[in-house]
């Protein structure tokens, strides 16, 4: 099941990056609309998951490598605090938007 629910304090995917065209255009997306350090939760399996890129189409399923999907984040202003990236299992990452250095 696919899931997105954004506040300004909070964000969260769950298993929809796979649909997502422009990674790093998405990521910048919902960063923007944070506000300083608020949250944002994605659930999504890898490219270490090689059972589940199998089973699904590659025309429309893009599963991203855990590096580049925490380099956008960090590059969207973004800091990833969790992230795990085991085979078979979907990974759960963590990342707070920095706050501004004015303090806002």
């Known amino acids: 099941m696919s899931l997105v629910w954004v506040s300004r304090s909070s964000c969260g995917a769950s298993h929809v990056l796979y649909f997502w065209n422009d990674l790093d255009l998405s990521l910048r997306e919902i960063a923007r ?16 998951d090689p059972a589940a890129v199998a089973s699904f189409p590659p025309e429309i399923y893009r599963f991203p490598a855990l590096v580049a999907v ?17 085979t078979n299992e979907p990974v759960l990452l963590l990342a707070t938007k920095r706050r501004a250095l ?3």
Do not use: I, M
């Open 102 to 104: 004015n303090g806002t």
């Open 33 to 48: 609309v944070l506000k300083s350090g608020g949250r944002l939760g994605l659930l999504f399996r890898t490219k270490a």
């Open 70 to 86: 925490t380099a956008a984040l960090e590059q969207a202003g973004l800091d990833v605090h969790a992230a795990s990236d085991c």
